[in-house]
């Protein structure tokens, strides 16, 4: 069944819309994972105002015989089809009493959400802050402690400060970073941050890419972000300031991909008021 679901969610149109909805509200909660997530993508892709009551279900969906995919639901299907719906359903389940959906939640909306979550996620990590505040040291967990609840409840500021962190819509740069920095004193974000803060201490700032064989594919860095397309690359460029200065590292073998888009990048960064300082090939 998640061959046949996988091969729907990708391929299907519209036309046997009314024979999967009916199907699969049978069992909503209820089906494996590899299964429920291409179903809703799916219903998704083709009808999102049908997915959305769907999707809330799927994730309200808890206890005795049911699953727990709405513990995974948001990355499940958003990595097979994303649609603005699943920003609105993600929003509010930040507050969900469980925290794994919360912690999910979070992931999904940086990695997809628009621009205006940014402001969304900023909240609910300070609400989250705030709540620790005289007991951080309760979530400096051993290991033997990791398989308690506990380890969500740091997840969960974990997941918040990294979607805010490396959100695909937006920039946060070293201001923010150390914004973030002043509102939490629990190890474990302040470790995190202290890297993405060092990142930023070094001038100008490296943009490293490589055309990797598959299936690893394109990869690319620049800052504390993390790419896997020219284009997703020269977006998140974009959101510097003009002035930025950047250096261009590749490895050292040379390759027609590595050039060609080591040539696009020059010209987009002076496209966009960017300075390059110097390329260099890493070893």
């Known amino acids: 069944m998640s061959n046949v679901a996988s091969l729907i969610a990708r391929y299907a149109t519209g036309a046997i819309l009314p024979q999967v909805v009916g199907k699969f509200d049978l069992s909503i909660g209820k089906w494996g994972c590899a299964i429920q997530a291409p179903i809703l993508a799916y219903i998704l892709r083709v009808s999102p105002a049908l997915a959305r009551p769907r999707i809330e279900q799927a994730i309200a969906a808890r206890g005795t015989g049911y699953s727990e995919c709405n513990h995974e639901l948001f990355q499940d ?17 930040l507050d969900d009493s469980d925290p794994q959906v919360a912690m999910t939640a979070a992931t999904m909306l940086g990695d997809f959400g628009s621009a205006d979550v940014e402001s969304v996620l900023w909240q609910h990590y300070a609400d989250w ?64 941050l202290d890297g993405d803060l060092k ?17 690893v594919g394109f990869d690319a860095r620049v800052a504390q972000y993390e790419l896997h397309s020219i284009g997703a690359l020269e977006s998140k460029i974009e959101q510097f300031p003009p002035g930025t200065r950047f250096f261009i590292s590749t490895p050292p073998m040379d390759s027609p991909a590595n050039d060609k888009s080591r040539a696009e990048l020059r010209s987009f960064l002076q496209a966009h008021g960017m300075f390059l300082a110097g390329e260099r090939r890493a070893y």
């Open 77 to 93: 299907v958003s990595e097979i089809h994303y649609d603005p719906v699943l920003q609105d359903i993600a929003i509010r389940s």
């Open 129 to 192: 802050s705030a709540q620790w505040v005289g007991r951080e040291s309760e979530l400096d967990l051993t290991f033997a402690e990791m398989g308690s609840n506990r380890v969500y409840d740091l997840g969960l500021g974990e997941n918040l400060l990294r979607a805010i962190v490396t959100g695909k819509a937006w920039l946060t740069d070293v201001n923010k970073l150390e914004r973030l920095a002043q509102l939490t004193t629990v190890t474990r974000l302040q470790q995190m």
């Open 199 to 215: 990142i930023w201490t070094t001038q100008p700032l490296t943009i490293s890419f490589n055309h990797n064989l598959w299936p």
